[in-house]
C-alpha cells in the first residue's frame, strides 16, 4: 500500500531549498566548471583543462603561483593563531561565569558579545584609531613610536586582537548553555571525593561539553580559512604582502581593477574549499576518536 505524497512539509523546507539550491549549489558547481576554464566574466569561458591547477601548484615561474602559495601561507598563520585563541578563551571565560560566586554573569555575557554584533567595517576604524601611529593611545600613553599596521609582528597582532575580540561572544555563550546543561550531582559527586577544581573541569565540563567543542572548532576553523575583511580593511595585505591573506588574492584576481582572471580566482577558491574540508573532516574524526 502505497502513502500519500504529504504536500505540507514540502511546503516548509521548499523555500529553503529553492533559496539553497539558487546561492548556493548551483553558484558552487559553477565555480568548480569556472576552475577549468579560462573567463574574464565577460566572455564565454574557454576549457583550458587542469593548467589553472597546475599553474597554482607546479608553475613558479608564474605570479600567481606566489600569490596561490603566499596566500595560503598567510591564512595558515592566522588559523593557527587565532583558532586556538577562540576556543580557549570563550571557554575559559565561560566556565568562571558558571562560577556559583561571579554576579552579574548575564551583564558581562552582554558586554562580551556586543562587538560580535559590530561590523569588520566599524571595528576596523576603532581599532585603527586606537592604534593610530600619531593619535593612538598605546604610542602616546608609552611615548612609543610604533607604526602598528605597516610593521611585523605588530600587524598580524592587529588582525589577531580584532578577530578575537569580535569573535569570543559567540563561542562563550554556546559554552555557557552547554555547562549550564551538565547535572550538578557529577560536581557534587566529585567534590565529596575530594577533585579538586581542575580534575572537574577536565574529567567532568570537557567530557560533558565535547560535541559544542567539535561543532565550534569545526566552524571557527572554517570561518579562519575565509578571512578576508579584518587584513584588508586593518592592514591592506602589508606590510610587503605579509598579511596577504588567499581570500584577498580571490577578490582581486575575479573583482579587482582591470581585466578580470576569474578562471584562476576559481582556481584557487576550489583549492582553499578542499583545504577547508579536508581540515575540517580530520577535526571532526579525532576530536570523535578521541571523545570515545
Do not use: C
Not at 550531582?185 to 572537574?200: C, N, P, R, T
Request: proline share 4%; glycine share 8%; aromatic share 14%.
Amino acid at each position: 500500500m502505497t502513502k500519500k505524497l504529504k504536500l505540507g512539509p514540502l511546503m516548509y523546507i521548499g523555500p529553503h531549498l529553492l533559496l539553497f539550491m539558487t546561492f548556493i549549489t548551483v553558484p558552487t558547481i559553477y565555480g568548480i566548471y569556472a576552475s577549468f576554464t579560462k573567463w574574464n566574466l565577460v566572455n564565454e569561458p574557454q576549457w583550458v583543462g587542469l593548467d589553472n591547477y597546475k599553474t597554482l601548484l607546479f608553475d613558479k615561474s608564474s605570479t600567481f603561483y606566489f600569490q596561490f602559495h603566499n596566500g595560503l601561507k598567510n591564512t595558515l598563520i592566522y588559523v593557527l593563531i587565532v583558532v586556538p585563541l577562540i576556543i580557549i578563551i570563550p571557554l575559559l571565560i565561560a566556565v568562571a561565569l558558571e562560577n556559583k560566586k561571579v554576579r552579574f554573569k548575564n551583564v558581562f555575557q552582554g558586554i562580551l558579545y556586543v562587538p560580535g554584533l559590530i561590523s569588520i567595517s566599524a571595528a576596523a576604524l576603532i581599532w585603527s584609531l586606537l592604534f593610530h601611529s600619531k593619535l593612538g593611545i598605546p604610542n602616546n600613553l608609552f611615548g612609543l613610536d610604533i607604526s602598528w599596521a605597516a610593521q611585523q609582528p605588530y600587524a598580524w597582532m592587529l588582525i589577531v586582537i580584532i578577530s578575537i575580540w569580535g569573535g569570543v561572544g559567540g563561542n562563550m555563550i554556546i559554552y555557557r548553555a552547554a555547562i549550564a546543561g551538565i547535572s550538578a550531582d557529577l560536581y557534587e559527586s566529585a567534590e565529596i571525593d575530594g577533585a579538586s577544581s581542575s580534575k572537574k573541569f577536565f574529567y567532568i565540563t570537557l567530557p560533558s561539553i565535547r560535541f559544542p567543542l567539535i561543532y565550534t572548532l569545526v566552524m571557527s576553523t572554517a570561518g579562519a580559512f575565509n578571512v578576508f575583511a579584518q587584513p584588508l580593511m586593518m592592514t591592506k595585505g602589508g606590510p610587503k604582502q605579509s598579511t596577504h591573506v588567499l581570500m584577498m588574492y580571490i577578490r582581486t584576481l575575479a573583482f579587482g581593477s582591470g581585466q578580470s582572471i576569474a578562471g584562476m580566482a576559481s582556481a584557487m577558491a576550489v583549492l582553499l574549499g578542499l583545504v577547508i574540508l579536508v581540515i575540517s573532516a580530520a577535526q571532526y574524526y579525532l576530536m570523535n576518536k578521541n571523545a570515545n
